[in-house]
């Protein structure tokens, strides 16, 4: 195997200009730092690795200063640039889902000759998958209290607080020092002022020293990580316990507790199928897991939320705040809705579902692991 590379077999390999190489040296991002036998400058196997972060940054999107701080920070590795890397593709991939979904609801709209306004126009522009999710988080996605005293019980006597996947910073404890990450520049730019700083960065390489904080807590994020078992570690890694809120999918027939997706939704079950189980979740970090109880009138519009309000999910809105809707495409999404909605008016639905009136929390799968 060669032990250096001459800039014209890097540039041929890399699919760029050999310009674009000696503008890096130039700027002290990719230098070369071998020799040829001849004595002209080379790249190392380091220096390749280093020019493959540099360009696949550069692909996403990023200036040369942020590429630049990027690769230049130290308590990153190879790895960890990879799962960045894979979640911030990850992430482009939804919201190109989610973009896809918003011009084929203006298509089918378009073809019933019904008008499509201006501002439904320019949505579809933003219509990336936290866009879709957070977009109507201001109407739909609050703190739900019977939730949040159960998650910050379970944080005890914590005084420092590394809230992981934060989004727009729900469930984070007042009380308490709080240090947030989020990966994704359109949810950091949702929380409110006043709320606790935030670090973009991903849950599989936290730029955090061991044991740095006193607890970890995740809520409703694990199933978004690239790898959330290597997000879990890290979560145990950096902090004396670790608290998360996640799904249950061990259960056999676990896609049946919820008559949306038993009845009306079974793609649900795909969307998860490579969802680690909570056992192994729970071994990962070494947790014990508690039930979480969906209130009837959950303040918190996440997909569970309205089982038994089941109007709530006809609404375009409500569905937007879910991420399920833009994961199982806006095929299912729309079978779904119109068969629900013809058993709502029939009362199918409620000759199904009756007995749930009588009851006012439910379990759906929601659970907290507490290590």
Known sequence: MEDHWTVGRVAELAGVSVRTLHHYDGIGLVRPSARTGAGYRAYSAADVERLREVLAYRRLGFGLREVAELVGDPSTDAVAHLRRLRGLLLERRDRADAMAAAIDREL????????????????????????????????????????AAQIWDALGDARTVLNVGAGTGSYEPADRDVTAVEPSAVMRGQRPA??????????????FADHS????????????????????????????????????TDEPGWQDRFWLTRDYLPEFAAVLADFPSLAGMADAIGARAEPVPVPWDCAD???EAYWRRPGAYLEEHVRRAMSVWTKVGPEAEQRAVRSLGEDLDSGRWAERNGHLADLDAADLGLRLLIA
């Open 301 to 303: 519009g996440l997909f």
């Open 213 to 248: 904080f006193d607890v970890a807590m995740a809520v409703s994020t694990v199933h978004h990580w690239g790898d959330p078992l290597a997000g879990l570690r890290e979560m145990r890694r950096v902090a004396r316990r670790v608290v998360v809120l996640t799904f249950d």
């Open 108 to 147: 089918e709209a378009r073809a019933k000759g019904l008008k499509v306004t201006p501002e439904e126009q320019l949505g579809m522009l933003g219509a990336r998958l936290y866009d879709a999710i957070g977009g109507a988080y201001t109407a739909t996605r609050h703190t739900e209290p019977r939730i």
């Open 194 to 207: 006043g709320s606790a700083p935030c670090v973009a960065a991903a849950a599989e390489s936290l730029p």
